[in-house]
């Protein structure tokens, strides 16, 4: 399955929080749960709408436990936009175990004459983190540090 980020279509929402940045995402399925998760994050700090898929780029994450693995991709996630400033249109997981996932992130470098820029995330915390089974799917709740 292919996540593709859409004008006018959002896959994760804003919830309160008192000092950082929070959403929930729901999917149907673990994977797409970790790839509207990616876009929900990214879609904080840049208008995916103006992002085209120039280039594709393989990601892979392990760690201790699901939690883990949902916090370290969303962190890769973030570190390949600050470090390089490329951010993804499309994410896609095409391997996934409990601790471990081998997807891919097409997207393109950040013009900041093009693309519009929005709030600065500065990392994903453990703080409120969780990721759950539902009866219809996946849900996950998520806090970044602005």
């Known amino acids: 399955m292919v996540t593709r980020a859409r004008e ?6 804003e919830i ?17 749960l970790f790839e509207r998760a990616g876009l929900g994050m ?3 700090m840049v208008d995916l709408a103006t992002i085209a898929p120039r280039e594709r780029r393989v990601v ?17 996630l973030l570190v ?7 951010v993804p249109c499309a994410l896609a997981v095409d391997e996934l175990s409990e ?17 519009g820029i929005h709030t600065e995330i500065k990392g994903v915390t453990y703080h409120a983190l969780a990721v ?3 009866a219809t799917g996946w849900w996950a709740r998520i806090v970044f540090d602005v």
């Open 60 to 76: 892979a994450v392990e760690a201790d436990d699901r939690e883990s693995l949902f916090h370290d991709w969303l962190q890769t």
């Open 99 to 115: 601790c471990a996932l081998r997807g891919w992130a097409e997207g393109e470098r950040i013009d900041v004459s093009r693309h």
């Open 16 to 32: 309160e929080h008192t000092a950082d940045v929070a959403i929930e995402v729901e999917a149907p399925t673990l994977s797409a």
């Open 80 to 86: 390949r936009f600050q470090a390089g400033l490329f």
């Open 8 to 13: 006018g279509e959002s896959y994760s929402r």
């Open 42 to 44: 990214l879609a904080l």
């Open 132 to 134: 759950r089974e539902t």
